[in-house]
């Protein structure tokens, strides 16, 4: 039976982050109930693509470590009703230091959380005032060795890439997290998106972002540093052996995944068809669905479906095997492909070719973006 995952997206924060333009709204101390909806639409999909196999949860946001603890308890074991779910099914919470205690973390290990996913983004006072994080250094750490009591998965999210940032500041970074004993990393290069307030400060000329030659720098001296520590599995990602997140690879290998909450999507497998699901950003249009029992839901292509995998597939370290990209899209990867210019990606060593499979070299990882535009057809 097809493997699949399900993201639940809890759409509030105390404050808004000013990098952040993921779908999220700043809703101070009253945290918004929105379980009855997260429920009826977990039991939506069950009604329509049936008991499907769980292999992992993921609660992303936004800042799920906000939601009640009972809360996260009534949508594990509704999924546990309606879904085969694994025995050893991975189950993460992102978290905000600042917004859990002891106690707290105590509580969401009891109820069924077995993996966290634990933003601190940087061990930098004044860094983490500029992205606008309302945690310090000192939080951060102490979230980390309280987790540790109860989690033995436990991953932490960085960016770096900062205005500003030196290479050394960034290196102090990674030398404290890999003393902190954690499994997992995800280290993002800072994106400015547009209309955040990030975007504002470079387009009013208040900063300049941080030249490419050090951000590749940064980058590469990372995957040095964290070769023997923490094996590199994906483009952003590093993890000891055996704490993979299986949730993302999920994503990254082209598999299904139910997509439940406002601006939640998912991509199901139907008998012979693909599906793609797209939920409302507005959340009252989201609840207005969800009452109509309505689940925004259109066959996905197959051209589509492998154009994802192409891009997906080429973030992990081990790349597309040909013969897999195939049965899971039913296109042949050479036939998504201009083949002049991806031989030439090949010639440059930007990608590495073998008989059966492509992986992204060293060198095109800091390019991979530039090289899908460039060889996708």
């Not at 779908?23 to 977990?42: A, H, Q, R, T, W």
């Not at 634990?118 to 750490?141: N, T």
């Amino acid at each position: 039976m097809r493997k699949n995952s399900i993201y639940i997206h809890f759409p509030y924060c105390l404050r808004k982050c000013n990098y952040c333009d993921f779908v999220s709204f700043p809703c101070g101390e009253n945290v918004p109930d929105l379980m009855e909806y997260y429920l009826k639409e977990i039991e939506l999909y069950q009604q329509k693509f049936g008991r499907k196999k769980i292999s992992s949860i993921y609660f992303g946001g936004g800042t799920p470590s906000l939601l009640p603890s009972n809360v996260i308890e009534a949508i594990i074991e509704k999924i546990y009703r309606l879904y085969d779910v694994d025995d050893d099914v991975e189950i993460t919470l992102e978290v905000n230091p600042k917004t859990v205690s002891d106690k707290k973390l105590s509580e969401f290990y009891k109820v069924g959380i077995n993996r966290l996913s634990i933003g601190v983004q940087s061990f930098d006072d004044d860094e983490l005032r500029f992205l606008g994080r309302i945690h310090s250094s000192d939080d951060a750490v102490e979230c980390i060795e309280s987790a540790k009591k109860y989690f033995e998965n436990i991953n932490c999210d960085f960016i770096y890439a900062l205005p500003n940032q030196s290479l050394e500041k960034w290196q102090k970074n990674l030398e404290k997290i890999t003393k902190l004993d954690v499994k997992h990393l995800s280290l993002y290069e800072l994106i400015i998106e547009p209309k955040t307030p990030l975007w504002l400060w470079v387009k009013n000329g208040k900063i300049k972002p941080i030249s490419e030659s050090v951000a590749k720098k940064m980058y590469e001296w990372t995957n040095h540093f964290l070769r023997d520590k923490f094996p590199q599995y994906e483009i952003s990602n590093y993890a000891k052996k055996g704490f993979e997140s299986r949730h993302n690879l999920n994503y990254w290998n082209g598999g299904d995944y139910i997509g439940i909450g406002v601006s939640a999507s998912g991509r199901i497998f139907d008998g012979a068809k693909h599906f793609i699901s797209e939920n409302p950003k507005n959340i009252d249009e989201w609840k207005k669905n969800i009452d109509g029992e309505i689940l925004p839901i259109k066959p996905l292509s197959k051209k589509k479906r492998a154009e994802e995998m192409l891009i997906m597939g080429l973030r992990k370290n081990n790349g597309i095997k040909f013969n897999e990209f195939k049965q899971n899209s039913g296109v042949d990867f050479f036939d998504m492909v201009d083949v002049q210019k991806f031989q030439n990606m090949v010639k440059k060593k930007f990608l590495i070719l073998c008989e059966s499979s492509v992986r992204t070299s060293v060198k095109g990882r800091t390019l991979l973006d530039a090289i899908i535009r460039e060889i996708i057809k």
